[in-house]
Nanobody
């Protein structure tokens, strides 16, 4: 089992950057595929991107591709979401998620693929 805590959210002007962190408890972080999701007010939670347990593979939604970068440091049990060129439409609560995997290259893209979730961190982009 793993517990997740997001941090790094805040208020940023359009065009700015922000880096979110997701810290995981436990000693088996390197066996978890990790993902980022976001939920804007009044909308469903959407997939942002994912990174494989080894960190060698990533995948992004079309809405953030080229602007957001996911990385992880398995030695620090932490995943990151670097967000550049932020837009007001990026305003949402951002959640990290984790799912155990036996395959180092696995990526998961939907909410139901993940069993572990953080509490979320608010990102607000002003116009």
């Amino acid at each position: 089992q793993v517990q997740l805590v997001e941090s790094g959210g805040g208020l940023v002007p359009a065009g700015g950057s922000l880096r979110l962190s997701c810290a995981a408890s436990g000693r088996t972080f390197n066996f978890y595929t990790m993902g980022w999701f976001r939920q804007a007010p009044g909308k469903e939670r959407d997939f942002v991107g994912a990174i494989s347990s080894s960190g060698g593979s990533t995948y992004y939604s079309d809405s953030v591709k080229g602007r957001f970068t996911i990385s992880r440091d398995n030695a620090k049990n932490t995943m990151y979401l670097q967000m550049n060129s932020l837009k007001p439409d990026d305003t949402a609560v951002y959640y990290c998620a984790a799912e155990w995997t036996a395959y180092s290259g696995s990526l998961y893209y939907t909410e139901r693929d993940y069993n572990y979730w953080g509490q979320g961190t608010q990102v607000t982009v002003s116009s």
